[in-house]
């Protein structure tokens, strides 16, 4: 993801909730959206008082230090069970309404190997666009040899995308090539056409589109 360089906010009008167990720990309709400097995902940052800090003290950030944001707290997203904006529920984390991300149909021809091993190649690849992020190519399953990779338990989310799961490389006779290929099985619906459609990391896979490698 790209980094911001410096901290910027701006108001938001969502209603922000946040909740753990049973108690609503953050009731704010008056957020702030906030970019950190070196942070690649935006963040939340309420009025004190809309914030139950005595439930979660260990979780939470102040910016006294930052005259603008005095009076502020923000909250670790993953200290409570559940988030939302208005009723829309937030597993991930708060996104950015000027971060997209395009999943566009395409006729390109795109081969992958892994070790001069062939493990896909299909002509009807999801191009998908991310703001800041270079184009990324994701495969349709049946175009892809998925006897030779084995799912792993790990995940990962994104909130444009949703979660991710990963698959291990196993070819015969190469080393084996941990987390190589990731999918988001149950995408969120802005990007529902993603389902299943599996991709690779260039810094191991060799990803071939049109006959130009992709840059790691």
């Known amino acids: 993801m790209p980094i911001f360089e410096t901290r910027t906010w701006e108001p938001s009008e969502r209603r922000v909730r946040g909740r753990l167990g049973g108690e609503l720990v953050v009731d704010s309709g008056a957020p702030l959206l906030v970019r950190e400097a070196g942070q690649p995902y935006v963040t939340y ?3 004190r008082g809309d914030v139950r800090t005595d439930l979660v003290p260990d979780a939470v950030r102040t910016y006294d230090g930052d005259a ?3 009076g502020h707290v923000s909250v670790r997203w993953s200290a ?3 988030w939302f904006e208005e009723d829309e529920e937030l597993p991930v984390g708060p996104r950015d309404p000027y971060h997209r991300v395009d999943t566009v149909r395409s006729a390109r021809h795109v081969r992958v190997s892994i070790d001069g091993q062939p493990v896909a190649e299909s002509r009807r690849p999801l191009a998908v666009f991310e703001t800041g992020l270079p184009a990324q190519f994701y495969l349709p399953p049946e175009d892809v040899r998925l006897e030779l990779f084995e799912p792993t338990p790990t995940r990962t989310g994104c909130p ?3 979660f991710a ?3 291990t490389y196993r ?3 190469t080393p084996e090539r941990a987390d190589v290929a990731w999918s988001y099985e149950e995408p969120f619906h802005e990007v529902a056409p993603l389902a299943g459609y599996v991709a ?5 896979a ?3 589109v049109e006959g130009v490698k992709r840059a790691a």
Do not use: N
């Open 165 to 167: 799961s990963y698959r």
């Open 206 to 208: 060799d990803v071939v």
């Open 200 to 204: 690779f990391y260039a810094s191991v």
């Open 160 to 162: 444009y995308k949703g």
């Open 171 to 173: 070819g015969a006779g």
């Open 45 to 47: 940052a309420f009025p």
């Open 68 to 70: 603008e944001l005095a």
């Open 80 to 82: 409570l069970d559940r």
